[in-house]
């Protein structure tokens, strides 16, 4: 099992303060932690794969080179430099290279549950990263009520119950229900108005 | 466990918010110790970012090759230019090469410099007694502004032509 430092040492708001201020002890906890799931998160596009390192290296710079400018949300704050540098990559790729066939049909396989109605979504399905450079904004709206039981929501597969949420945020089950139907919501139709102009 | 229908979510929704929440799981894997320091080296030099931008606000423009002026703010700053240069990529000696030139201009443009003073910055660095367009006033001002902007005209070689372009590339990428 992982060696890592657990999670909950610093809650993200007060990570976020640590990074804003420059606290060296909160820096170390914050590459340790948020090294290797960025590490995860470039490793998922085959294309990116070799270069996974140096743009989680990128990611974190920027990071700290720019704390000041976020205003809470530290994880959507992020996800969103990530996917703009994802993109940025891809964007460079030589002319003579492409994206990798298995990213290409990975983001197909998303741009086509975006097009259909479907309520079943496909795992091997990865959105671009505009997309969740968009979904980074997005959440970043969001209440911390709303953000935290949609995040409880869908981090695990098949989605975590309702009665499960609430009990683990201590709120009756048609709360958690409705935290998260708002958030599912707003996010819905931030994208669907994006989509319009 | 059964399966809940969130009747709010479409799928392409669900698919992107759960990629979202990877990110933020741990991976069981640990990270190589290497990797983890070189990690920190990168925050370390995002603070530092910080501090060299603070301080060329309160430094405005001054006239001297590009590298240089990097190497005065980051002493102003009283941070080490050496790990930005490494990581930049930007080579010894002056005057710079096309990557070096790029890795200059990325480091100018994080601390708030503009494309102009860049090119300038550049310029100089291969011909110290280069006098501004905007500064000169002379007849051929027209021709210089477009030295400036293109890296071409009167006297200017073709490793600082290429140098320019490098640079100039830089900030045709957006910025994150």
């Known amino acids: 099992m992982s060696a890592l430092p657990p999670i909950p040492d610093y809650s993200d708001e007060a990570c976020l303060r640590g990074l804003q201020r420059g606290d060296p002890a909160v820096i170390e906890y914050f590459v340790k932690t948020a090294a290797p799931r960025l590490q995860g998160f470039f490793k998922r596009w085959k294309t990116l794969s070799a270069d996974a390192d140096d743009l989680t290296m990128m990611c974190i710079e920027k990071v700290l080179d720019k704390a000041d400018t976020c205003r809470g949300n530290l994880w959507p704050w992020i996800l969103s430099i990530a996917a703009r540098l994802a993109a940025s990559w891809f964007r460079a790729l030589p002319p003579h290279q492409s994206m990798e066939g298995e990213d290409l049909e990975r983001i197909a396989a998303w741009q086509a549950l975006r097009t259909s109605k479907s309520y079943e979504p496909d795992p091997k399905a990865e959105p671009p990263p505009e997309i969740l450079g968009r979904l980074g904004q997005h959440l970043a709206a969001l209440t911390e009520r709303q953000r935290e039981a949609l995040e409880l929501r869908f981090s695990t597969s098949p989605l975590r119950p309702y009665e499960e949420i609430g009990v683990l945020l201590s709120i009756p089950t048609g709360t958690a229900r409705k935290r998260v139907f708002d958030a599912v919501e707003f996010l819905r139709n931030a994208f669907e108005s994006e989509d319009s102009q | ?176």
């Open chain 2, 1 to 176: 466990m059964k399966q809940e229908t969130n009747e709010a979510s479409p799928a392409w929704l669900t698919t992107t918010v759960q990629k979202y929440c990877d990110l933020k799981k741990l991976p069981e894997a640990e990270a190589e110790e290497a990797f983890l320091a070189n990690c920190q080296a990168a925050a370390a030099r995002g603070l530092c970012l910080r501090q060299m931008r603070a301080e060329r606000k309160g430094m405005g423009r001054v006239r001297v090759p590009l590298r240089e002026y990097i190497e005065g703010i980051a002493a102003r700053a009283g941070v080490l230019v050496a790990p930005f240069f490494e990581a930049y990529g930007v080579a010894q000696p002056p005057p710079p090469d096309e990557a070096s030139a790029r890795g200059l201009a990325r480091l100018a443009r994080m601390i708030g410099m503009n494309e102009e003073e860049v090119i300038a910055g550049i310029r100089l660095g291969f011909d110290p007694s280069w006098t501004e367009p905007m500064a000169s006033l002379g007849r051929d001002e027209t021709l210089q502004v477009d030295a400036l902007r293109t890296g071409t005209g009167r006297g200017v070689s073709a490793a600082a032509t290429a140098a320019i372009a490098a640079a100039q590339a830089v900030f045709q990428e957006p910025e994150i």
